[in-house]
């Protein structure tokens, strides 16, 4: 019905954030799966560029089409809206999901039964994003955990203390993950562990975790996000389950853009 031509508009080009993320790797898939999406072409730079097109681009009410997911702090400073996916290539609500290492259970079991019982909300995770575009991660944290204690406890509780031993945690570089990694250490910490955070592309926590460099992560977007490098490792990784659920990912535009559906972009 629209008149225009939303992909002329934008330049045949989606806004996309770091080449070794899943969700860039889900665009391409979107872009050879929907004729809509002929000819379109994914600018993969940084989730920083991404969002200082964004902004720019909506501050003054111009088409832009981004790679976006929850949780995120975009979606409660932008009006924003996911397109419809009837192709089902971003899957619907994803879990995050806790990994650990073989053997990690036998030799860390207050660790390991700490990853297994993280977990915490989206509403949790945003409101922390939204805290952490004023303050670094680490101190909101910090906070998050004064304010919750009661649900650390549940994580903790009966979890028999250490003295100082060491266990990394691969995690991925967006803060969503910046922010579970930070919370995780300081309950592991309330135990007495020594924890080491390490962020690294999302194919390198899955064979960080299987070849044992990693002792787990709480990083792991499934199924669709992170599915193919789960799938290539699922037999050398302990699954714990998710830490949050109804976290998505998709296509998305601002509400002032008169489209609904992948399937309204055009080639
Ligand atoms: N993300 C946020 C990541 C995982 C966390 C959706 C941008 C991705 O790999 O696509």
């Known amino acids: 019905e629209s008149s225009v031509n939303v992909g002329e508009a934008v330049d045949y080009t989606i806004t996309g954030i770091e080449p070794g993320a899943g969700i860039t790797e889900s665009t391409s898939n979107a872009i050879s799966e929907y004729d809509s999406l002929s000819g379109w072409e994914q600018n993969s730079s940084s989730t920083a560029a991404m969002l200082s097109e964004l902004r720019t681009r909506y501050e003054n009410e ?22 419809e996916d009837p192709q089902n290539v971003y899957g619907e609500a994803e879990e995050i999901r806790t990994i650990a290492r073989m053997g990690l259970e036998e ?15 989206l509403e949790d995770s945003e409101s922390f994003l939204l805290e952490a575009q004023e303050k670094d991660i680490e101190t909101v944290a ?14 903790i509780n009966g979890v028999e203390s250490v ?31 020594d924890v080491t955070l390490t962020p690294v592309d999302p194919s390198v926590v899955f064979e960080a975790v299987a070849n044992g460099d990693a002792d787990g992560s709480t990083a792991p977007w499934m199924p669709k ?31 002032y853009m008169d489209i609904e559906s992948i399937e309204d972009l055009q080639p």
């Open 62 to 83: 111009e088409p832009i089409v981004i790679t976006g997911w929850n949780p995120h702090y975009k979606f409660a400073q932008f009006d924003l809206k996911y397109l």
């Open 163 to 193: 003295d100082g031993k060491e266990i990394e945690l691969a995690l991925t570089p967006w803060d969503s993950e910046r922010a579970s990694s930070a919370v995780v250490k300081l309950a592991l910490e309330q135990k007495g562990y």
């Open 107 to 121: 030799d860390m079991p207050g660790a390991y039964k700490i990853l297994d019982r993280f977990q915490w909300t």
């Open 225 to 255: 996000t992170h599915g193919s490098f789960y799938e290539e490792h699922e037999d050398n990784i302990v699954d714990l389950g998710p830490n949050l659920e109804g976290a998505l990912t998709g296509l998305a535009v601002p509400t």
């Open 142 to 155: 910090q906070e998050w955990v004064d304010n919750n204690q009661g649900k650390v406890d549940e994580w």
